[in-house]
């Protein structure tokens, strides 16, 4: 990952927002999906193989399938663990990884924030997980997209009341140019 702005922690954070339980629900179906692959080949291999070579194949394959869909489904409940979005003194930030050489932070700075808004649709207001997208207002690869975030329209809220009142601040504490 690269252009990270800064490495805060959430130690002093606003607020901190994590994902819904609905961003893991592809992940179980997917290893479902696998593991039927897996005793499928299994079960084909024990009632059709024909020759020994076979058998011993359709066998590596049924377990090779089973440790891959173990192995992804882990590191991905492991990685929708590690998102956190959070606001701070300086800007909302996006934290995730999993292995150190991963691990990272993304961030848009008050000053720079366009924008917070989240996209809405039937599962999304029935399960209150939301898509965030956090605009930057110069260029759009800067922006910070977050899928299935829970109470995401809470988060918005919050990082625009929050930017309004950094603006009027700000604004407050500049001297007027007098003409």
């Known amino acids: 990952m690269n252009g990270y702005e800064s490495l805060t922690t959430t130690e002093s954070a606003h607020a901190v ?3 819904s339980w609905l961003a893991y629900v592809s992940v179980i179906l997917t290893f479902l999906v696998c593991v039927a692959a897996s005793v499928g080949i299994g079960w084909w ?4 193989a024909q020759a020994e070579n076979l058998h011993h194949l ?17 590191y991905r409940v492991l990685y929708m ?14 934290f995730r990884g999993v292995f150190p ?3 990272g932070v993304i961030g848009v700075k ?8 989240y ?10 997980s939301y898509t965030v997208r956090i605009g930057h207002r110069f260029t759009k690869t800067s922006e910070i997209f977050v899928y299935n975030l829970a109470a995401g329209h809470k988060a918005v809220e919050h990082i625009n009341q929050l930017h309004r009142t950094i603006l009027k601040a700000e604004q407050a ?4 140019l007098g003409v």
């Open 110 to 117: 008050w000053r720079d924030i366009e924008d917070a808004m």
């Open 17 to 19: 927002y994590r994902l």
């Open 101 to 103: 050489w991963s691990k």
């Open 81 to 94: 663990k590690s998102v956190r979005l959070y606001t701070d003194d300086i800007g909302v930030w996006l």
């Open 58 to 74: 359709g066998i590596a394959a049924s377990v090779v399938i089973l440790l891959v869909a173990l192995a992804m489904s882990v």
């Open 173 to 176: 504490a500049e001297p007027s």
């Open 119 to 128: 996209y809405t649709g039937f599962l999304s207001w029935m399960f209150r």
């Open 45 to 48: 291999t024990l009632h059709s």
